[in-house]
């Protein structure tokens, strides 16, 4: 049974157009991770979140927004998607102690903007 | 979290062990490596991970030099689902420990 789910599997999105990415858990991991990846490239991370405890990467456009409500749900938010936006957005989650902190990764939002 | 080298690819035949290295030179005392490996088109999967001790499970064997500035994970018998980018990750556990990964290295199996 998928253990960290993302929906949906592709979105298509409107030049400008806000849209909201989800993910959820059923791990109760407290570490909740987003990556962007482009083709041919490795996971870039965008943020995490410990909790509620948010972490932003320094490189992490203002257009990138999360909201976490609470441990199983996570969502990304792009406010104003441009065409170097498209690109596989993936979700993880973790524990953060030693036998814990595998990081068990969603399938994957593929987002085209048009 | 200490940075990781790779070679950018190598190939291996199915059935023969695939040995992929990993240089980290900068490894401090409490950082863990983790393997993690990403199938065409799939999310990333964990593989394994170690401190100081070599370690095995059912899909690999990573083995730690004594110095811990290098390992190298083992496929025992390569097939061709092992095909995939393999991406070797140092790093600390704990709250505020984050996961970013580096470019990695493509195995390509052939038959």
């Known amino acids: 049974d998928a253990m960290v789910i993302q929906n949906p599997r592709y979105q298509v999105t409107q030049f400008g157009k806000p849209v909201t990415l989800s993910c959820s858990q059923t791990?109760?991991?407290?570490?909740m991770y987003w990556y962007q990846q482009k083709s041919s490239q490795a996971p870039k991370l965008l943020f995490h979140?410990?909790?509620?405890?948010?972490?932003n990467e320094a490189d992490t456009p203002d257009n990138f927004q999360s909201r976490r409500p609470n441990t199983s749900f996570c969502f990304l938010d792009i406010r104003s998607p441009g065409l170097g936006d498209a690109a596989m957005y993936l979700c993880?989650?973790?524990?953060?102690?030693?036998?814990?902190?595998?990081?068990?990764f969603g399938q994957g939002t593929r987002l085209t903007v048009v | 979290d200490a940075k990781t080298t790779q070679p950018t690819s190598m190939d291996c035949a199915e059935g023969r062990a695939a040995n992929l290295p990993c240089n980290h030179s900068?490894?401090?005392?409490?950082?863990?490596v983790y393997w993690y490996r990403q199938i065409h088109s799939q999310g990333p999967q964990y593989i394994i991970h170690?401190?100081?001790n070599n370690e095995t499970n059912e899909m690999a064997s990573l083995i730690i030099t004594e110095d811990r500035k290098s390992s190298t994970l083992i496929l025992p018998h390569a097939t061709l689902r092992d095909t995939a980018v393999y991406y070797c990750?140092?790093?600390?556990?704990?709250?505020?420990?984050?996961?970013?990964f580096g470019k990695g290295i493509t195995l390509s199996v052939r038959p």
């Open positions: 900068t490894i401090s005392g409490n950082e863990y």
């Open positions: 993880a989650t973790s524990g953060i102690t030693p036998s814990e902190a595998e990081a068990f």
């Open positions: 791990l109760n991991h407290n570490v």
């Open positions: 170690g401190l100081k």
């Open positions: 979140y410990y909790d509620k405890d948010f972490n």
């Open positions: 990750i140092v790093r600390l556990t704990g709250a505020n420990s984050k996961l970013t």
